[in-house]
T-cell receptor, first 114, second 113 residues
């Protein structure tokens, strides 16, 4: 079975540009999570969706960040405008809400903002 | 304030010896705990978990211990192997929060051959 699929794997952009990260969750999973990994903070939860509905976006750092889940098989995380401090690895994860908590992660999107 | 803390950013252990990774938490409502392992350029993968009704869970070379009174859990790997070298994240969740996971900052384990 395919796991969580993220794209792009690597993104290098200049400050001020728009960045869009994409995620396809595991089929049948109805919860989707966006995390950001940095050296200082480890894995931070940015936002999560249940059945395509955003439930908690309190981790989204600023209005420059937005996330959507138009259907059960696709989600985007957008940063506009991007800043150097946004440089990090962004992970998408999914799970079935009937599970006990185990998340399945994608391989991550490494973002570098120059 | 971090609710899940891994105070050791790194740990080096000789091959064949025991690796002990520690994790502390502050939220008494956490009732389910997990360990994830992460290799470079890959996403974290689930390793082992424990419910708060237990104090120990074992899976092969990996054992997780939970001390609820101390709000402390640990992951023991024995014997350690070079392939165990990775970043280990501790995570916790509570009932009623849609089981969202709160992660620690991770510990880089290096197993020396």
């Amino acid at each position: 079975d395919a796991g969580v699929i993220q794209s792009p794997r690597h993104e290098v952009t200049e400050m001020g540009q728009e960045v869009t990260l994409r995620c396809k969750p595991i089929s049948g999973h109805n919860s989707l999570f966006w995390y950001r990994q940095t050296m200082m903070r480890g894995l931070e939860l940015l936002i999560y969706f249940n059945n395509n509905v955003p439930i908690d976006d309190s981790g989204m750092p600023e209005d420059r960040f937005s996330a959507k889940m138009p259907n059960a098989s696709f989600s985007t995380l957008k940063i506009q405008p991007s800043e150097p401090r946004d440089s990090a690895v962004y992970f998408c994860a999914s799970r079935s809400t009937s599970g006990t908590g185990e998340l399945f992660f994608g391989e991550g999107s490494r973002l570098t903002v120059l | 304030d971090q609710q899940v803390k891994q105070n050791s950013p790194s740990l080096s252990v000789q091959e064949g010896r025991i690796s002990i990774l520690n994790c502390d938490y502050t939220n008494s409502m956490f009732d389910y705990f997990l360990w994830y392992k992460k290799y470079p350029a890959e996403g974290p993968t689930f390793l082992i978990s424990i419910s708060s009704i237990k104090d120990k869970n074992e899976d092969g070379r990996f054992t997780v211990f939970l001390n609820k009174s101390a709000k402390h859990l640990s992951l023991h790997i024995v014997p350690s192997q070079p392939g165990d070298s990775a970043v280990y994240f501790c995570a916790a969740s509570e009932v009623g929060s849609a089981r969202q996971l709160t992660f620690g900052s991770g510990t880089q384990l290096t197993v020396l051959p």
